[in-house]
Every structure is written in structure tokens, then in C-alpha cells.
């Protein structure tokens, strides 16, 4: 091991003992926890695994390092709650977010309460209610009309609905931009291909003016505008403001404006009104730790009618003859149809209520501090970059890691996994490896994964 290195784990990682590769992941995870990670058939009961809240002192995960506040209590006992959070070190909210155990045992519970009867009146209707109760949630929460909200099954499911609502003609365009998951960019390649459709692309890398970099790709051809929220690929998250300033700019040209919200709710503060857009996208199986094959669409009031239905079926109706004539529904509900996996939205209501009781702006502050204490750990590493913005409101939970010359976000992704049972993920730019920072991760681990990336990429 080079001097450098050294001097980057003792300063970074403190009194946690200074070892080679092996050891950094063993602090945070056991070595049957790594081989478990392998072999999922192999994985220890959970509640053998040690609880990073019930820690004994001569653990070192469990000493202070440095200046390190103490635990909060709160989010020792959340993480106990939380089984992928202490099998492993968990930095792929972003990818796919873990759930509490009390979200997965109450779809267990309405999918076995449906299940006694799913014909009975007494059932179905209490299981009728699922759906206009999380509707009813989402919207208070990320700033909607109970009336403005669909729910979907994923982020893309919403993306698809926006992108297919228009009467494309050749030559229209869409604008979309350069850190887009395939999700906002394979239907816009599909369209391209059916209907002749031309996309543009916009730079959003941290610190491009948004507002310009839009008005540059504008045309008279242009209909829509669709980008993301909070990057997948480089962690920055559209302020607000800006964002509808260009609503208002988008609107005055009759553009529509879609924001894919993969990433925003439960990561950054999300306000569907205060950004402006006509339509945001998204998932409960991400940062709201919800079940997976959740999501929702939210669609302004004023542009259901204009918001097009290209997949429709029985309950998107609100009345209808078998004549030829039908009314659909007048909320953004018509977006939805056929029978649905209603214990899976109870569990996205359930894993919603469960962030509320920790509360969502706790969760946001908590976000945010492990982020500022990221940056400062990766500004002493030894080759490490953030690649990530690095200031309020433009960063987010999803930071990001330029590698060293020569070091791949694959290759170490594998590395990380296989052997130490971190998971992270490698993005777009082949030196980016992306950590997902939720409330529920510790300084430790910080310390723990930028440690072992250093040790690995020098
Ligand atoms: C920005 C973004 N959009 C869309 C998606 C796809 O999400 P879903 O699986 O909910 O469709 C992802 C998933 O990682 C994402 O990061």
C-alpha cells in the first residue's frame, strides 16, 4: 500500500482499523454476509445479523471516529426495521429501494384479507378503498389535486402514458436531455421510429442553465419537453423555481412540460405545483421504500382532456353504453384500468405512512447531512472526485464518484459487490460509480465504501 493511501484511510476512516481491502468491508458487514450476497439461498436469518443500533461498544463499527456526531436513535431503530439495510451496505436506493418490514408484512396481510373472499361485498369493498386513499396521500404530499393522480405500476408506465398522448405528426419534436434513464428514452426512440418524431437533447450536467440550455433546442416544431427531476447519472436536482420558470415558458409556446420523477419523492423535496411541469412520473419502489411494481403519474387538472389516452379499458370510463358511447373518468384515474394489484398499493400507502411517522423533511435534512459529510470524505480521498453537484438545492441524494483514470464503475461495482457486499452502481460515464445516500445509511458506511473504492481505484 502506497504512503498516500495510508494517510487517506487513517484520515477518512479514523480509529476503524487500518487494514487492506478485506477488512474495510468487514466492518459494516460480516464475511457470511458478503458470501450470503452471493448465494441468496445462503442468506442467515436476519434476525441473526447484528443491528447496528444494539452494536456492542468493542464493535468498531460502533466507536465515534473523529468529530462523528453519535447515532441518531431514530435512525438506528428505522434501520432495524429495514433488513436490507443491515445485510448490507446499501447504497442502490436509486437503482431499487429496500422496504420496511412493516410495508412488505401489510401487503402480506391485504393480499391474504383479500384472498378469504375477493367476491364478498364486506372485502372487496374495503379493498376498494386502497386506491382513492393513496391517491388522496400522494397528493398531499408532493403538492397535487387528489384528481390529479394516477397510479402506475412504475416510473416508465407514466412516461409511456405522457409520451403516447400526443397525435405525433413527422417532423415533431421532443426535447430531452443527456443523463436520461433508457425509461425517458426508448419510448421517444420508438416514436422516432412509428411516427418520425425528432428528439433533441439538452446538456444537464451540473451547473448548465437550464432555462437556456432548453430555449437553444426549442422550435416551432417542438410539443414536448421531457427530463428528469433529479438525475439518475449525475445527482442534480432541478431547482424549483427554475423549474417553473420554464412551465411558464414552455406553456406560453404551447409545449408540454413532463418531468421524470424516478428519483425525486422520499430523495429531494418534491412539490408537483412548485415545479411547474404538466406531468411528473413516478415510483413508490425507489426512495419512498415501497413495493415493488408501484407508481404514480401526476397530470395537471387543467390537461386531462389534452393528455390523450392511448391505453384504456374498463375504469377508465365513468359511464358508457355498448352503442359507441362512452365518458371517461374526470379524474387523472383514467389513466388507469383493468384489475389491479391493490395489496401492492396498500403496501405503497403503508411504506408513505411509515416516512411520514419518521417525517419527510427529517428524512430530507438526514439525506442531506450524509451528503455534506460525503463530500467531505471523497475530498480526502486520494483520487476520488465528486462528480456530483456539491451544493443545495442542485445536489440530491444520489452522489456521485469520479473514479481515477483507468478505474471502471463495472468492473468495481462487481468488485464492491462480490466481495465486500457494498452495493452501489455504475451510471452512465464510465468512471461515475453512483452511491444512493438514504436516511438510513451511517457515516460508517460512508467511511467504510469510500474507503474501499479508494483502496481499489489507486
Ligand atoms: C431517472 C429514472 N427514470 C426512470 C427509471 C425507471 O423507473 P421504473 O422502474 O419505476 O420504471 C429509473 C430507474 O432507475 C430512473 O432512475
Redesign the pocket.
Given at each position: 500500500m502506497n504512503t498516500s493511501r495510508r494517510s487517506f484511510l487513517r484520515r477518512s476512516v479514523g480509529a476503524l482499523a487500518l487494514a487492506p481491502i478485506v477488512p474495510v468491508g468487514r466492518l459494516a458487514l460480516d464475511p457470511g454476509r458478503v458470501g450470503a450476497l452471493r448465494d441468496p439461498g445462503a442468506l442467515p436469518d436476519p434476525g441473526a445479523l447484528p443491528d447496528p443500533g444494539t452494536r456492542s461498544p468493542a464493535d468498531p463499527v460502533s466507536r465515534p471516529v473523529g468529530s462523528r456526531p453519535p447515532q441518531e436513535a431514530w435512525v438506528a431503530r428505522a434501520r432495524a426495521e429495514i433488513p436490507a439495510a443491515t445485510r448490507s451496505l446499501y447504497f442502490q436506493t436509486?437503482?431499487?429501494g429496500p422496504a420496511s418490514e412493516a410495508v412488505i408484512d401489510h401487503v402480506q396481510e391485504r393480499l391474504a384479507f383479500q384472498n378469504r373472499s375477493p367476491a364478498e361485498p364486506r372485502i372487496s369493498a374495503e379493498m376498494a378503498r386502497i386506491e382513492p386513499d393513496l391517491r388522496a396521500q400522494l397528493a398531499r404530499l408532493f403538492g397535487a389535486e387528489t384528481e390529479e393522480v394516477a397510479l402506475t405500476h412504475?416510473?416508465?408506465?407514466g412516461?409511456s402514458i405522457i409520451a403516447w398522448s400526443v397525435n405525433w405528426e413527422p417532423g415533431d419534436e421532443v426535447v430531452i436531455s443527456n443523463t436520461?434513464?433508457?425509461?425517458?428514452v426508448i419510448p421517444w426512440y420508438v416514436l422516432r421510429d412509428r411516427f418520425g418524431i425528432v428528439i433533441r437533447e439538452i446538456d444537464l450536467s451540473p451547473g448548465t442553465p437550464l432555462i437556456d440550455e432548453v430555449r437553444g433546442q426549442l422550435s416551432d416544431r417542438t410539443r414536448m419537453v421531457s427530463i428528469?427531476h433529479?438525475?439518475?447519472n449525475n445527482g442534480r436536482a432541478l431547482r424549483a423555481g427554475e423549474s417553473a420558470e420554464l412551465g411558464d415558458l414552455l406553456r406560453s409556446r404551447g409545449v408540454r412540460y413532463h418531468l421524470?420523477g424516478?428519483?425525486g419523492p422520499g430523495c429531494v423535496v418534491t412539490d408537483f405545483r412548485a415545479l411547474g411541469c404538466d406531468g411528473y412520473?413516478?415510483?413508490g419502489?425507489?426512495w419512498l421504500l415501497g413495493p415493488k411494481g408501484t407508481?404514480a403519474l401526476f397530470v395537471r387538472r387543467e390537461l386531462l382532456d389534452d393528455v390523450r389516452l392511448s391505453w384504456a379499458g374498463s375504469h377508465s370510463h365513468a359511464t358508457m353504453d355498448y352503442e359507441g358511447g362512452y365518458t371517461l373518468l374526470p379524474s387523472a384515474a383514467r389513466y388507469e384500468f383493468g384489475t389491479r394489484a391493490l395489496a401492492d398499493f396498500a403496501g405503497f400507502t403503508r411504506a408513505v405512512e411509515w416516512m411520514e411517522e419518521i417525517g419527510l423533511e427529517r428524512v430530507e435534512e438526514r439525506i442531506q447531512s450524509l451528503v455534506d459529510y460525503a463530500i467531505e470524505v471523497v475530498d480526502a480521498a486520494e483520487g476520488l472526485g465528486v462528480a456530483s453537484p456539491r451544493t443545495r438545492p442542485d445536489r440530491s441524494g444520489v452522489f456521485v464518484v469520479r473514479l481515477p483514470e483507468g478505474c471502471d464503475a463495472t468492473q468495481l461495482y462487481g468488485d464492491l459487490r462480490e466481495d465486500e457486499g457494498i452495493l452501489g452502481s455504475p451510471v452512465r460515464e464510465e468512471r461515475d460509480f453512483r452511491l444512493s445516500i438514504h436516511f438510513f445509511n451511517t457515516r460508517e458506511e460512508i467511511d467504510a465504501v469510500v474507503a474501499s473504492i479508494a483502496a481499489r481505484c489507486n
Open positions: 436509486g437503482g431499487i412504475s416510473t416508465s408506465e412516461i436520461e434513464h433508457p425509461a425517458n428528469s433529479v438525475s439518475r421524470d424516478a428519483q412520473s413516478t415510483c419502489h425507489k407508481g
